[in-house]
């Protein structure tokens, strides 16, 4: 077994708090790197340092009695060993397996109680740890008021307040139809929730939803028939080959499949307000807002090498111009100066665009650097996020992390051209970057790493490079806190870190979707993604 190590990091405000998350919990940590307080999203009660220090001292105080309840468990048990055990009956019935088996009872009632009571059904698969309730997207706003975490296993985007002093509170929770892929702010006074999803579109919901934002049930009825309406689809006009003609078989029969099972249970619409703002054929992986000649932009990026620049809202149907060029997937996208976009993804180079007039301004090596300092074997790499920090005084600074590469690449960014700086090697895998400006010290830059063990985790994972340190202070140390501690096998640990190599396409991939798929998508077919997603697939 293998710890599950802390995924996303953000900071919260300009206080030296840092926000983590791991499995279903966010984690907030003071200045001083002492650990604030636990919030579970998944219900759980939330625990703070003093109510750990609290349950430890009534685990070591002296409980009266204790000699006379071990006796009387002694007892029991010997009682219960003079009785002659329960003949073993054939297997026929629920009864006899419960009395034949009494050790598999009692798992399938533990398993029952940890699924609510449910009875798992017939045919029905098992759960995956990949598929439960965990953050996949964290982001707070630059003030620090606000917690935006996406969970994957439900699909919702939870919005929580943050007091200032490393408490959280709630305030909502909105389920997706489809799995959120990516989330941004607006510049509007981010009062706004840009979330793309892995079908393609982009979504606007209210950051605080107020009163007015709920709908009833005969607007949320119309909400979702427009959206079964919107939701791209093959046809028979659509047709033009023989293996576009079997794609489309089997669309008919998932949609039939559904439908029957649409029949059984009525499928819930969305209950809150929501406006779909723009749609990709293709996976969406990135999402950013920017801003130019006082005109707000939204800046999308998919799994099929497309940077799209649409406007911002109210006009995010207007296509301004796209920015293509690259060869593989992009995974992510910045801006490090306002008129610099920077990509990411499955090439070998990091790409730095002028995003206004759609031009290609230069490309960075990132592949080199890292099989000559940090001993990466092969041709590829893909690289997982790229986090921006303006240095006081001084040229912009980026890092770029890669899926399963033990370094950080940082790179200078001054006057809209990129050039490499140095890399970091690290104990792990690199899982996220946040920045924390602590006050009268130097800026703090967090890593959470993978640090790849089996048994208990000897570290939290939070790496700590100081910024600026001229005095060459000693980073501190965050602590690894017990509350919320998830175990599982480490191939079930790596299904959930390791998602973006996955992107790569195939042989298969470039025959089905560069081809008949290809021209299906086109006029109006889904991409493989969405057709999976339709599917009932998360």
């Not at 940590?29 to 220090?53: M, N, Q, Y």
């Not at 723009?278 to 099929?304: E, F, N, W």
């Not at 690449?409 to 890399?423: C, I, R, S």
């Amino acid at each position: 077994m293998a710890p599950l190590p802390f995924q996303f990091l953000c900071a919260l405000g300009q206080d030296g708090i840092l926000c983590a998350s791991r499995g279903d919990s966010l984690y907030t940590f003071g200045p001083d790197c002492s650990l604030i307080a636990e919030h579970s999203l998944s219900g759980r009660p939330a625990v703070t340092e003093g109510a750990k220090e609290e349950e430890e001292a009534r685990n070591q105080a002296p409980q009266n009695g204790s000699s006379e309840a071990t006796s009387q468990t002694q007892g029991e048990e010997a009682t219960e060993s003079a009785t002659p055990p329960a003949k073993r009956r054939k297997v026929g019935s629920e009864a006899d397996v419960s009395s034949a088996q009494p050790a598999a009872g009692n798992d399938q009632a533990s398993q029952q109680a940890n699924n609510g009571g449910q009875k798992k059904k017939k045919g029905e698969k098992p759960a995956d740890a990949t598929e439960k309730s965990y953050v996949i997207l964290l982001k707070a706003t630059s003030s620090g008021t606000h917690v935006v975490a996406v969970t994957g296993g439900n699909k919702s985007v939870c919005v929580l307040e943050h007091d200032g002093k490393g408490h959280l509170t709630e305030l909502s929770q909105r389920q997706m139809v489809k799995r959120p892929s990516g989330i941004a702010l607006t510049a509007d006074d981010e009062k706004t929730i840009l979330v793309a999803d892995k079908f393609g579109d982009v979504y606007a919901l209210p950051l605080v939803p107020s009163a007015d934002d709920a709908l009833d049930e005969s607007s949320a009825a119309a909400l979702q028939e427009s959206t079964r309406l919107a939701r791209k689809g093959a046809n028979n006009l659509t047709v033009h080959t023989q293996r576009n003609l079997k794609a489309l078989e089997e669309q008919a029969r998932q949609r039939a499949a559904k439908q029957q099972q649409k029949e059984e249970q009525k499928e819930a619409g969305p209950t809150f307000k929501q406006d779909l703002l723009l749609g990709h054929v293709s996976m969406l992986t990135s999402v950013a807002v920017a801003s130019a000649d006082g005109r707000p932009y939204i800046l999308t990026g998919d799994r099929d090498e497309h940077i799209r620049v649409s406007r911002g809202i109210p006009q995010a149907h207007v296509i301004e111009n796209f920015c293509l060029g690259h060869t593989s997937f992009i995974s992510t996208i910045c801006l490090p100066q306002p008129d610099v976009l920077v990509s990411g993804g499955g090439d070998s180079e990091l790409y730095v665009w002028d995003w206004k007039a759609g031009v290609l301004k230069s490309k960075v090596e990132i592949l080199q650097h890292a099989k000559e300092e940090a001993n990466v074997d092969g041709d590829k790499i893909a690289v997982t996020g790229l986090y921006p920090y303006n240095v006081p005084g001084g040229a912009g600074l980026l890092v770029a992390v890669c899926e399963r590469v033990k370094a950080l690449f940082v790179f200078k960014m001054q006057d809209g051209n990129l050039t490499f700086a140095e890399t970091i090697n690290v104990a792990g895998y690199p899982l996220d970057v946040a920045f924390v400006q602590v006050p009268g010290q130097p800026s703090r830059m967090v890593v959470s790493l993978d640090q790849d063990v089996e048994g208990p985790s000897p570290s939290s994972g939070l790496y700590v490079h100081l910024l600026c340190n001229e005095g060459q202070q000693q980073p501190p140390v965050y602590p690894n806190p017990e509350g919320g501690r998830i175990d599982l096998p480490r191939p079930e640990v790596e299904k959930i870190l390791y998602t973006i190599g996955n992107l790569r396409k195939t042989e298969f991939d470039d025959v089905t979707v560069g081809g008949d798929q290809a021209a299906a998508g086109d006029a109006g077919a889904p991409a493989p993604e969405a057709a999976e997603d339709e599917s009932g697939a998360p």
